[in-house]
């Protein structure tokens, strides 16, 4: 089983290897491509929005079209890139600050990415049927029912499909850390990585039950004739929306909470000073996730609750800046006096934090339920949430790639590179978005097709559509760079960063096993107080012996297609019974796979201590 | 050693009788409750206003067998579990009560 000599295979062979794999390394790599890959298709979608947008009036693309492209852009991003692009980090690295030899549920980690992969693949498939959603990324109800033809159901069956694979990871994420930590490891030594990574998929179990929920009633209103969002026969189409923001609003806590991790970090390593502040960025972290799940009606001050609901609301919302503003000051601590490097990881991290304070600052704004009625729907909040998702979870995203490509693929990402990358990135992005602010406040609404000319809104959406196109060279730039990286860049030591936590402590991209000996973890920072205190090596917490490892198997994939094969099905079964033919053929084959696997032990298999002995550091 | 052995076999022995009989009565109360709640709705022999409350208060002790006794939340080592169901539900009644509050009430 042992594939530790490096040899050339062929093709085929690495592309079973990745079908069929369980190794969480191996899955990193599979959902950093899947996640890059949807990436460029929102990416795409973004420039051809702004270039509708680059000059009055423009024709570029339809008024439907258009609609379709807003809606895939943000649903994309949201679900298909920046989620997966966090759990590639989670699934590479997490594991490896805990010490241990891979997640809790192997099977159902790679289960979980080929659900997510194939159901983001089921959603885009919507562009080459012909209708693609086009009720924005929130969907809400009626637009969302009596929009006409198969993209709003391409948008249920999608996402409810890959929002499984991602239940699952967040469930496996929580086990592993509950149970497999190293000796030593208690949960006040976890880097911050680590925890994050346990808050998030804390919010993952809670939040997500609310979607799928939505979506199964918004699936039965289309496709089934049920009314639970239709007004003319007793239903209430504002329920969508409550489910869809108590989903949503912990969502973007999802989305910004793993970067906090990453950029804690990368702050403490390129500073060579321990986190200021750990118990209170672990408490911060909590409070923020907890705080999270009574802020949704955020969302919909408009929406007519009454004075006394948006009030409780607004209070709320305004009370996370508090643990937000902790997080930020102690950063500012880390840096303060440290031994500062500003590698390529670092700029993004610095990049950061006015970036994302701007987007706080506006959020703050936006909390203000009178205000809001000013702000509500106009490209001011369109400014806000890119402010925090690309300033905060994409400067996060390129960060941690850059901090942790060594790790995940054995060489360090060109620096001169990255660091060109970063500059066109943030001027692009800041030139993007910052104009917004102002032209919502001048009011052009969001999500309109054309603007009229003559209405001072020309100059600014030209500057927007220009910063834009900065950050499309950006992006191709760091396509470049990894191009370059993998071609030509240098082999990376096992701690390249001079590193602090577990994950420096073993080779660079890590054997298949990671430990051969689970360490001993005698403090925050292991590998640092190793390097102070030791001998630079952590020290063994068992004798060699036996590693046992888990077999790879087929079966997530067939069951991800089953799955998606129904999916097909059921969006088709209404214009056609026959599709329910798809509807059986799928789920037999997933509940046929399921089958399978419960009923075929499989117990894996060992690596012996002789095997163990002869491979090299 | 022997005889420590068979003092702990039959301490370990003691308790898992315990546990048995701690089932056991479990079992029988909740499948009593289910005759009672299915009886009390099928005789119609109750008042809505009282039958309602009622049936909620015997499925929420039901869960709390459920939980505490078959799924070992009564035991040691389970203080994580615990915090984390109790979590769910917390944002479960936050979730119903404010959707009762804004958009039934």
């Not at chain 1, 490096?6 to 079973?16: E, I, N, S, T, Y």
């Not at chain 1, 997500?208 to 049920?226: E, I, K, W, Y």
């Amino acid at each position: 089983m042992s594939t530790a000599t490096a040899q050339k295979r062929g093709f085929g062979a690495v592309l079973w290897d990745y079908l069929t794999t369980v190794d969480h390394k191996k899955i990193a790599h599979l959902y950093l491509f899947g996640g890059g890959f949807f990436f460029i298709l929102g990416g795409l979608e973004a420039l051809l929005i702004r270039i509708q947008l680059i000059k009055p009036e423009n024709d570029f693309l339809s008024a439907g079209l258009y609609n379709e492209m807003i809606t895939m852009h943000g649903t994309t991003m949201i679900f298909l890139a920046a989620m997966p692009l966090l759990l590639a980090l989670m699934n590479a690295i997490m594991p490896l600050q805990i010490g241990a030899r891979d997640v809790a549920f192997p099977f159902l980690n790679a289960l979980g990415f080929w659900l997510f992969m194939l159901g983001g693949l089921l959603l885009n498939l919507s562009w080459i049927m012909g209708d693609a959603p086009d009720s924005g990324w929130t969907a809400y109800t009626p637009l969302a029912t009596e929009s006409p033809g198969h993209g709003l159901d391409y948008y249920v069956l999608g996402l409810q499909i890959s929002g499984a694979g991602t239940l699952m990871g967040g469930i496996n994420f929580l086990a592993t850390i509950v149970t497999m930590r190293a000796p030593g490891m208690t949960y006040m030594r976890m880097p911050l990585f680590t925890w994050t990574t346990f808050v998030t998929s804390t919010l993952i179990l809670f939040a997500f039950p609310a979607l799928t929920v939505g979506l199964f009633l918004l699936m039965f209103d289309r496709m089934f004739d049920s009314a639970f969002f239709d007004v003319t026969l007793g239903g209430n189409s504002i329920i969508w929306q409550h489910l869809f923001w108590i989903f949503g609003h912990p969502e973007v806590y999802i989305l910004i909470l793993p970067v906090f991790g990453i950029f804690s970090e990368v702050f403490a390593t390129f500073s060579k000073k321990r986190l200021f502040g750990y118990t209170a960025m672990v408490f911060a972290t909590m409070l923020i996730a907890f705080l999270g799940f009574m802020v949704w009606a955020h969302h919909m001050f408009t929406v007519g609750l009454g004075p006394v609901a948006n009030s409780i609301f607004a209070v709320a919302t305004m009370a996370i800046a508090v643990p937000t503003g902790i997080k930020i000051f102690n950063w500012l601590a880390t840096m303060w006096g440290g031994n500062i490097t500003v590698s390529t990881a670092m700029l993004y991290a610095l990049g950061f934090i006015p970036s994302f304070t701007i987007g706080g600052m506006t959020g703050v704004m936006l909390a203000s339920s009178v205000a809001d009625y000013q702000y509500h729907d106009s490209y001011f909040v369109v400014a806000h949430f890119h402010y925090v998702i690309v300033g905060g979870t994409v400067f996060g995203i390129l960060a941690g790639l850059h901090y942790w490509w060594p790790k995940m693929f054995g060489r360090v990402l060109n620096e001169t590179l990255g660091k060109i990358t970063f500059w066109l990135f943030f001027f692009g992005f800041h030139l993007t978005f910052f104009i917004q602010h102002f032209l919502g406040l001048m009011g052009m609404p969001r999500r309109y097709w054309v603007f009229l000319k003559d209405q001072d809104l020309d100059l600014g959406n030209l500057i927007s559509s220009l910063g834009a196109l900065l950050m499309g060279v950006g992006g191709i730039l760091f396509l470049i760079n990894i191009i370059y990286t993998a071609a030509k860049g240098e082999k990376a030591s096992a701690d390249p960063f001079d590193g602090r936590t577990l994950e420096w402590a073993v080779s660079s991209p890590p054997p298949y096993y990671n430990f051969k000996q689970l360490p001993l973890v005698r403090g925050l920072d292991s590998l640092w107080i190793e390097k102070r205190e030791g001998n630079g090596k952590l020290k063994p917490a068992e004798p060699l012996g036996d590693v046992h490892m888990p077999n790879g198997s087929i079966l997530p994939f067939i069951m991800s297609v089953g799955f998606t094969i129904a999916g097909v099905g059921f969006i088709y079964q209404p214009d056609n019974r026959t599709w329910l033919l798809a509807v059986f053929i799928g789920m037999g084959i997933a509940l046929g796979s399921m089958l399978i696997r419960s009923l075929k032990d499989d117990h894996g298999y060992y690596i012996s201590k002789e095997e163990l002995e002869k491979e090299a550091d | 050693m022997m005889t420590d052995n068979t003092n702990f076999n039959s301490f370990q022995k003691q308790r898992n009788k315990e546990e048995m009989k701690r089932q056991l009565i479990t079992f029988v109360l909740m499948i009593g409750f289910t005759i009672v709640a299915f009886a009390i709705v099928a005789t119609g022999s109750m008042q809505k206003m009282f039958a309602v409350p009622l049936l909620l208060i015997m499925a929420v002790v039901q869960v709390g067998f459920q939980f505490y006794y078959f799924m070992h939340m009564k035991d040691k080592g389970h203080e994580f579990p615990s915090l984390m169901i109790y979590g769910g539900v917390w944002a479960a009644i936050l979730t119903i009560a404010a959707l009762v509050a804004i958009v039934w009430w």
